[in-house]
T-cell receptor, first 116, second 115 residues
């Protein structure tokens, strides 16, 4: 069974540009989570999507946004890129549903975003 | 606000030794706790998931325990191998109003197994 996949592996942008990161969850999983791992800051929760809806959001500015498609894949958009947005962005999926809170999260390999 | 702490930040042990990694959290109202490993520049590999009602979980050479009342979890690695070298992260999922589902991560322990 295929795991969580993310694309691209690496992304290089300049300040002020927009970045789009993509995630495909494990087949059958309806919940997708996004996390940011910036150097020295640890893993921070960004967004949670379930059944196409945004369910929860971390302490990030509105220029971080995303969506979940009918096939449960997800996209993270970062507008007006700043140097401090350089980080590893990790996507995770879990089965979702009413038992969702008890489910394990499975992570993808990440997208390394570099802002110059 | 849930805070998760992992001590030590780094640990080096000779190959073959048994070792324990520690994780502590401030809010005991959790759904579950997960242990992950992360290789440099890579994503997270889930090692063990312990539900709040459980005391421990085992997978191969790994054993994780959970003491929710004291806000502590340990990851025991038996007969360590060089391939175990990685950063180990614990994460808790808090129990609050529906909609606040996320993992809160510790800062990790960087483990080096010396051949």
């Amino acid at each position: 069974e295929a795991g969580v996949t993310q694309s691209p592996t690496h992304l290089i942008k300049t300040r002020g540009q927009q970045a789009t990161l993509r995630c495909s969850p494990i087949s059958g999983h309806t919940s997708v989570y996004w996390y940011q791992q910036a150097l020295g800051l640890g893993l921070q929760f960004l967004l949670w999507y379930d059944e196409g809806e945004e369910r929860n959001r971390g302490n990030f500015p509105p220029r971080f946004s995303g969506r979940q498609f009918p096939n449960y894949s997800s996209e993270l958009n970062v507008n007006a890129l700043e140097l401090e947005d350089s980080a590893l962005y990790l996507c995770a999926s879990s089965p979702g549903g009413w038992t969702g809170a008890y489910n394990e999260q499975f992570f993808g390999p990440g997208t390394r975003l570099t802002v110059l | 606000k849930q805070e998760v702490t992992q001590i030590p930040a780094a640990l080096s042990v000779p190959e073959g030794e048994n070792l324990v990694l520690n994780c502590s959290f401030t809010d005991s109202a959790i759904y579950n706790l997960q242990w992950f490993r992360q290789d440099p520049g890579k994503g997270l590999t889930s090692l063990l998931l312990i539900q709040s009602s459980q005391r421990e979980q085992t997978s191969g050479r790994l054993n994780a325990s959970l003491d929710k009342s004291s806000g502590r979890s340990t990851l025991y690695i038996a007969a360590s191998q060089p391939g175990d070298s990685a950063t180990y992260l614990c994460a808790v999922k808090i129990l609050s109003n529906f909609g606040n589902e996320k993992l809160t991560f510790g800062t990790g322990t960087r483990l080096t197994i010396i051949p």
